[in-house]
């Protein structure tokens, strides 16, 4: 069984007082606390991933701040996130387990890799946008998006493409073979550090970066970046077109945020959703998600929810359209 996903949409609005996170006179969260004093963020990936970079910081505030409860990082890599995931999905529904996801959730479900998503936790929190640039080895003999789509075309499956399968790293790839009618050889890799390795030593000529893992690579010449896509261009990155420039109708962005594991009682969730609230506000927070190409948009609960009925909704037509899932 399969379905799918894109962006986000309305925003849960709450009156809270913005407090910075980094001094420890914070205002107490709302919501009713977990029994725990510090909860398990499950991060399905390895150590220095984009997902743990970023949930990595979110940590450091929420330390700092006077709430009751604060978190943990504890990384379950494996499956391509799905040993997270199900570890996530398992456990105690008391508010001391919490699950850092995005769209894989969908597109490892989409193909049939496990039998659940976001309809199997409860949402918390929708916080930070990363769109993805279509990212090439420096070896390659293409340094435009227009010169890889003819070779590619012109050689149908013989470029290869790292991803993990299941993942948004290779839907991102497949929602672009069916904008372009261009044709991949997937290589797969168990997670962002393997395919930049594998990307940086030329082992593979193409692979989904973001301004935080790439911006460096692409900066000194160590890696090639042929678009960006998001609705306009990154001010980091401001001499990269994006996909619509170019005449591909595709904008995809990697959304992370903060699920619980399904049954939790409402004012636990809405505990954690002010307690990252008040962190995402942050403006020491803010302007590392800035420089590393990270938008952050806080959609509270109900909103959240929306937004992953609507993604879903968007990536299983996708699926349904390039053939990876048939409805029942």
């Known amino acids: ?78 499956q391509g996130g799905n040993k997270g995931a199900k570890e996530a999905a398992k456990s105690k529904p008391d508010g001391c387990t919490l699950f850092a996801i995005h769209q894989s959730a969908v597109t490892s479900y989409l193909n049939g890799r496990i039998p659940f998503h976001y309809d199997n936790f ?22 435009n998006f227009a010169e890889f789509q003819k ?9 290869k493409v790292g991803a993990t399968f299941g993942s948004t790293s290779q839907f991102y790839w497949l929602v672009l073979e069916s904008k372009t009618g261009m044709k991949f050889k997937f290589v797969p890799y168990d997670g962002t550090r393997e395919r930049m ?4 030593s030329g082992a593979i000529d193409m692979g989904g970066l973001n301004v935080a893992s790439g911006r460096k690579y692409l900066e000194n010449g160590d890696l090639k970046g042929f678009a960006i896509a998001s609705a306009e261009r990154s001010k980091h990155l401001p001499d990269m077109p994006t996909l619509k420039e170019l005449g591909v109708d595709m904008i995809y962005a990697l959304q992370r945020g903060i699920v619980a594991p ?15 609230k008040k962190a995402a506000a942050d ?3 803010l302007e590392q998600m800035d420089a590393k190409g990270t938008g952050v948009d806080y959609v509270g609960p109900d909103g959240y929810r929306e937004w992953a009925d ?3 909704k968007e990536h299983e037509d996708i699926a349904i ?3 990876l899932w048939k409805k029942d």
């Not at 007082?17 to 977990?34: C, H, I, L, M, N």
């Not at 990363?130 to 340094?143: E, F, L, Q, R």
């Not at 390795?197 to 940086?200: E, F, G, P, S």
């Open 1 to 78: 069984m399969k379905k799918t996903l894109l962006r986000g949409l309305a925003v849960h609005a709450c009156v809270l007082a913005v407090v910075a996170a980094y001094t420890p006179s914070v205002a107490q969260a709302a919501g009713q606390a977990p029994k725990c004093s510090t909860a398990k963020l499950i991060v399905p990936w390895k150590a220095g991933g984009g997902t743990q970079v970023i949930f990595a910081i979110f940590e450091k505030v929420v330390q700092q701040m006077n709430v009751e409860s604060k978190i943990k990082l504890v990384m379950i890599p494996g």
């Open 122 to 143: 409860e949402t918390i929190a929708l916080l930070t946008s990363t769109p993805d640039i279509v990212g090439a080895s420096k070896d390659v003999p293409w340094n």
């Open 151 to 159: 070779a590619t075309l012109a050689a149908p499956g013989t470029v």
């Open 197 to 200: 390795t594998a990307i940086l």
């Open 262 to 276: 399904k049954g939790t009682p409402r004012d636990i969730i809405d505990y954690w959703a002010d307690v990252f």
């Open 283 to 285: 403006s020491e927070f």
């Open 310 to 312: 609507k993604m879903f």
């Open 321 to 323: 359209q390039i053939g």
